[in-house]
């Protein structure tokens, strides 16, 4: 079955009673079957709205089930989901809209003139729909309760796609990376079985549902196994903290460890059911593994993915969970550790992880070339993460070559701020880095060469203010006359964490 939404389909035939997603503190709850006729009833909505296969549908709309159940539907006419960050601000979006020129937004009620005025604007013929209000005049949930519901589920093939997920890169613009049926249901197939995910499970879920890790990897190990989802609108503590008490599996970025350590009270009572804590999407620092394990008696099962490729590599289930490695490439994918040619390097070894099989993706959106530069000529992607491979196949990611921050497990791209910050006539030129932060992992430091002297701290976050999302905005400005460069004139970023850091 390539198709998600057969998958889907599946588990409700054989438990369609059963509690598929509960939301918190008595919040309710929605069986299988209730959620496959939600997802047949937007099906119908959306189909109303002349989505087919290979359509394009954006959404940008707060965590809900029905914001699940419109991924599903999306998939179950065969169209393609693009999901975007809430954070985005409406420049952000004016560019997403432009690139991937979807034929439907689906916004928050209260975004929807903003969004309309953007979508005329772009004159790329996208219809706008808003989910989480059914009495907003374009709400889709009423269009969905008026359409016949959608019992069919498109036949897919591997290659055909699935999702559009933006990423930024090195070059400053985000791209859509295309990912197909294959990439998802394969992935998802292997994740399951690997992490022994069964009907009795429950999963804990407050990540974002727009990523790779809360859409993909949690979602779909759910789904396959046919297993209850405390769907959490977020990370809160105190929620994630009664969650845990019903749950045996979180999902989560390393935030998510280091702010319940935080809190004293937390303990090993508050893990008692629990038989599984996955940790990914940015580095899992070694002391935060062995404080989790003191506090709790569970070892964090980190692995390691990316919007690219899903997930690669993942430490045991049933064998040795070691700190600071992220385990094993998973069945079926190949990876190695290559130099600046491609070619793989002795065991231990640092270089860079190149990846190859079923979950790599099909390429960005309308970017041939840009595509063309990850790839080897003998199919590999070139991640762009530093890393060693033991004797025993045992991956550690153990620095970064591209120019990237991850904070709080969302990435950001320095370059996508530098190009801002250059734009501005005060601003002569500029390094973003990333530093250190005891509860993000990494914050976001903009290093300013002004141009014109009245130049302040605070113009510059002003400046930056609209454009970029919250989580993208420099929580630190230093105003230098130089920035440090090498022989070659490349700003010498080390220099400037080291100075910084
Ligand atoms: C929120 N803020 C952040 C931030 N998240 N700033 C930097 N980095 C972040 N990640 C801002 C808010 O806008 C707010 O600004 C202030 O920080 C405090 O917010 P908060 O309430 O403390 O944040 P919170 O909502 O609790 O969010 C923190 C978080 C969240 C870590 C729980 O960011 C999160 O869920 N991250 C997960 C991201 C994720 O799913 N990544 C997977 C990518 S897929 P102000 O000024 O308004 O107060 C991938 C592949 C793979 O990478 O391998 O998985
Ligand atoms: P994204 O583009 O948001 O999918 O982020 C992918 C990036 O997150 C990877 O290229 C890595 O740099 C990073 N990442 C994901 N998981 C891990 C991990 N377990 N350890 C270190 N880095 C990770």
Request: overall charge neutral.
């Amino acid at each position: 079955m390539t198709n998600i939404c057969a998958h889907f389909a599946d588990a409700c035939a054989h438990a369609p009673e059963a509690v598929f997603l509960q939301l918190p503190d008595d919040g309710g709850e929605h069986s299988f079957a209730v959620m496959e006729r939600r997802t047949a009833q937007l099906a119908g909505a959306l189909r109303a709205q002349g989505i087919a296969a290979d359509s394009r549908v954006m959404v940008q709309a707060a965590k809900s089930p029905d914001m699940a159940a419109l991924y599903l539907a999306v998939l179950r006419l065969g169209a393609i989901f693009i999901p975007l960050n809430t954070a985005y601000t409406a420049a952000e979006l004016q560019y997403f809209i432009a690139d991937a020129a979807p034929h439907l937004l689906v916004c928050a009620p209260a975004a929807a003139p903003s969004v309309m005025a953007l979508c005329a604007e772009a004159k790329t013929g996208t219809e706008v729909r808003t989910l989480g209000d059914a009495t907003s005049p374009q709400a889709l949930e009423r269009a969905a309760e008026q359409a016949e519901p959608i019992a069919q589920i498109a036949s897919r093939s591997d290659a055909d796609l699935a999702a559009l997920l933006y990423t930024s890169g090195t070059t400053g613009r985000p791209k859509g990376a295309m990912l197909s049926h294959g990439n998802l249901a394969s992935n998802a197939v292997v994740l399951r079985s690997l992490w022994a995910f069964r009907a009795e499970d429950v999963l804990l879920h407050a990540l974002p549902l727009f990523h790779v890790h809360g859409l993909f990897v949690a979602m779909h190990c759910a789904l396959l196994a046919a297993c209850r989802v405390l769907l959490l609108p977020k990370f809160d503590l105190a929620q994630i903290k009664r969650g845990l008490r019903q749950a045996s599996v979180m999902m989560g970025v390393p935030t998510f460890y280091s702010r319940l350590l935080a809190d004293p009270e937390f303990g090993a009572a508050d893990c008692a059911r629990m038989r599984l804590f996955i940790s990914g999407s940015a580095p899992l620092s070694a002391p935060l593994h062995r404080d989790w394990l003191a506090r709790t008696g569970h070892r964090i099962l980190e692995r390691y993915g990316m919007t690219e490729l899903g997930m690669v590599a993942s430490n045991p289930y049933a064998g040795e969970r070691i700190a600071g490695t992220v385990g094993y490439a998973l069945p079926g994918i190949a990876v190695r550790v290559a130099d600046a040619d491609g070619q793989e390097l002795p065991r231990d070894s640092i270089g860079t992880l190149e990846v190859k099989g079923p979950n790599v993706f099909r390429g960005y959106w309308q970017r041939p070339t840009e595509t063309a530069a990850e790839f080897r000529a003998d199919g590999y992607f070139i991640t762009g993460d530093l890393a060693t491979m033991a004797a025993d196949g045992r991956i550690a990611i153990v620095g970064r070559a591209k120019d990237l921050i991850i904070t709080g497990g969302y990435n950001v791209y320095p370059k996508e701020i530098e190009t801002l910050l250059d734009a501005m006539p005060q601003v002569a030129e500029s390094a973003v880095i990333g530093l250190p932060h005891p509860d993000f992992g990494e914050s976001v430091c903009a290093i300013v060469v002004a141009a014109d002297p009245a130049l302040s701290a605070a113009e510059v976050r002003r400046a930056l203010g609209g454009k970029l999302a919250k989580f993208k905005q420099p929580s630190r400005v230093e105003l230098v006359d130089s920035l440090p460069r090498n022989a070659l004139g490349k700003v010498q970023k080390n220099v400037l964490r080291a100075r910084y850091g």
